[in-house]
Nanobody, 127 residues
């Protein structure tokens, strides 16, 4: 198990930027695949972006491609989500999730493949 703590959320105007961080409690975090999910009020949680253990592979949902960038610094046990050109529809609670072994790339997209979750951080984009 690994503990995850998100930070960096807040209130921003449309077109602005935020950088979310997901800090992990374990040094072996470098072997984990990590994803960001989000949940807006009244909606189901949805996949946003993911990154493999080395940072060599990244995955995005179509609505954030070209605007969001996921990255990681394994020396700091931290994964980042840089969010640019934010839109009101990006408003949600953002969660990071991690799993030590990903057997297939499609596993990254499914929330049920992640046993480790953070508490979430609120992102609000005003129009």
């Amino acid at each position: 198990q690994v503990q995850l703590v998100e930070s960096g959320g807040g209130l921003v105007q449309a077109g602005g930027s935020l950088r979310l961080s997901c800090a992990a409690s374990r040094r072996t975090f470098s072997s984990y695949g990590v994803a960001w999910f989000r949940q807006a009020p009244g909606k189901e949680r949805e996949f946003v972006a993911a990154i493999n253990w080395s940072g060599g592979s990244t995955y995005y949902t179509d609505s954030v491609k070209g605007r969001f960038t996921i990255s990681r610094d394994n020396a700091k046990n931290t994964v980042y989500l840089q969010m640019n050109s934010l839109k009101p529809e990006d408003t949600a609670v953002y969660y990071c999730a991690a799993r030590e072994t990903m057997y297939e790339s499609r596993w990254y997209y499914n929330e049920y493949n992640y046993p480790n979750w953070g508490q979430g951080t609120q992102v609000t984009v005003s129009s």
